[in-house]
């Protein structure tokens, strides 16, 4: 019922700009925080960006700031992350993930669990 799917990966070069796009179904948006997380071979997964829905308020690790927009069209169901200024270190498997607004901070700075996630896709931005 649920499904978060999302599109917008590929190979850059640094420098260069991508945007990815979440496309959610099945539950109600406006009710959720959605994030973007990444995972890179070897390393833990880490919380990139957390939009809550209902009022835009957003969230960035301190490693993408300045570079990373998140943002959501709520009449779509659907979030953004525009990324730009990449660098080799932001190639990783991107995931969009979606929690209820209740406890979405502490889930996205520590826990990392949240309540439905997507198959992710792979940016490589080389050098």
């Known amino acids: 019922e649920v499904q978060l799917v999302e599109s917008g990966g590929g190979l850059i070069q640094a420098g260069g700009s991508l945007r990815l796009s979440c496309a959610t179904s099945g539950f109600t948006f406006d009710d959720y925080a959605i994030a973007w997380f990444r995972q890179a071979p070897g390393n833990k997964r880490e919380g990139v960006a957390c939009?809550?829905?209902?009022?835009?308020?957003?969230y960035y690790a301190d490693s993408v700031k300045g570079r990373f927009t998140i943002s959501s069209d709520n009449a779509k169901n659907t979030v953004y992350l525009q990324m730009n200024s990449l660098k080799p270190e932001d190639t990783a498997v991107y995931y969009c993930a979606a929690t209820h607004y209740r406890d979405y901070i502490i889930r996205f700075f520590s826990t990392g669990v949240f309540d439905y996630w997507g198959q992710g896709t792979q940016v490589t931005v080389s050098s």
């Open positions: 939009i809550l829905s209902s009022d835009g308020v957003t």
